[in-house]
């Protein structure tokens, strides 16, 4: 940037190696602009260390940029000021943004997952549901259609559930939800992603069917995308037949009577290096990921109508009511409909930026 012109923009898309700085350094030169003397803005502190790339300090730094403007440090404690460091003493004026502005908000939502990982080793849990005003999921099972899924929102709240998928590494259900919806699992954004959305199902006994649209868009498009959990004791055969179409299939140990899903965020960070993970199951997977205490932002759709004392709840022990009042950084958003409007709720129950 230079007298509040942009000279080029950029963002680090996994698959491209390059960092944003790098990216927008190209568009901008591209573009036949000069960056010497100009201000570099950038999210995160402008790393150090080589990895899959270069330091992007020193390539801000041998392009001439005379200030950088950073919302926030590096969360990674190993590298964490070090490539503002590099910049001063390099004769670049750097200027950290205070942390109650809305560009630090901004930056600090698009890093959550980045910070929280590289702090925890795991990656960022955002549970979603959409629920009733009586906190339930779904009808009964015998009130519903085998196979078809049940809206309790609009198309406004299910579009913003795709911005959701859009966002994240993996998305992650439970078998119940498989066998009852048959869902697809994926992102019909239509945006560019920074790699392929992973579709992850919890299932104990595997009995994800080999017909269902998971498995055959795995077999049809040939994308090593579709990872399955099961039990350590489960049957050879499933397995062998999901193997032959292409899933992967990990088989995990039992905690507390059921399958341990920190050895499940475990393989994802580090088989995957997923770092974000949207989780769209159903009352016991809800369940199990709240007292584990493996949720870390939760996103609630509540709809403008009652499901009834026999309906599916939300989480098994759990309410969302409840929940609530433990969130913190509470957002509201109002999707309208013909006749009701559906009412989005997300807070955090880890802060991914605790102690920075």
């Known amino acids: 940037m230079r007298s509040e012109t942009v000279l080029g923009e950029g963002a680090h898309f996994y698959d491209n190696f390059d960092h ?13 602009h000069d960056v010497h003397g100009a201000t570099a803005c950038v999210t ?5 260390h080589h990895g899959r790339t270069g330091p992007c300090s020193d390539a801000l730094i041998a392009a ?39 560009f630090v908000v901004r930056a600090r939502r698009m890093n959550d997952a980045f910070a929280f990982a590289i702090q925890h080793q795991r990656p960022f849990v955002t549970l979603k549901a959409a629920v009733s005003l009586d906190g339930k999921l ?23 559930v795709q911005r959701l998928r859009h966002a994240s590494d993996a998305i992650l259900t439970g078998i119940g939800t498989v066998l009852a919806d048959d869902p697809e699992l994926t992102d019909r954004t239509g945006l560019p992603r920074r790699r392929r959305l992973l579709r992850v199902v919890v299932d104990p006994e595997l009995r994800i069917p080999v ?7 795995v077999a049809e498009t040939g994308q090593k995308d579709l990872l399955v959990f099961c039990d350590e004791v489960v049957l050879e055969e499933p397995e062998a037949e999901l193997r032959a179409r292409g899933v ?14 920190r050895v499940t965020l475990d393989v994802l960070n580090g088989h995957h290096q997923v770092r974000s993970v949207l989780t769209e199951g159903g009352s016991a997977l809800n369940g199990s990921l709240l007292r584990d205490q493996l949720a870390d932002k939760v996103v609630l759709y509540f709809a403008e109508r009652e499901l009834g004392q026999a309906a599916i709840p939300f989480a098994e022990g759990v309410s969302p009511y409840l929940l609530q009042e433990k969130l913190t950084s509470v957002e509201r958003a109002t ?22």
């Not at 944003?20 to 036949?32: C, F, S, V």
């Not at 590096?74 to 950290?96: I, S, Y």
């Not at 196979?147 to 929102?153: C, G, V």
């Open 20 to 32: 944003a700085e790098i990216a927008a350094l190209k568009q901008a030169r591209a573009a036949g």
């Open 44 to 48: 995160l502190e402008p790393c150090v």
């Open 64 to 102: 001439g940029i005379s200030r950088c403007v950073v919302a926030t440090f590096d969360p990674n404690p190993l590298v964490r000021g070090k490539g503002l460091a590099r910049l001063t003493a390099a004769g670049v004026e750097v200027l950290v943004v205070p942390a109650d502005s809305e």
């Open 138 to 160: 779904a009808p009964a099972a015998a009130q519903r259609t085998s196979a078809a899924p049940h809206w309790l929102t609009g198309s406004a709240a299910r579009a913003d």
């Open 211 to 217: 017909e269902s649209k998971l498995v055959r868009s």
């Open 248 to 261: 992967e299939v990990h088989r995990l140990p039992r905690r507390d009577g059921r399958l341990d899903l």
């Open 335 to 356: 999707f309208s409909n013909e006749d009701t409007e559906d009412v989005r709720v997300s807070g955090y129950l880890h802060d991914p930026w605790a102690g920075m």
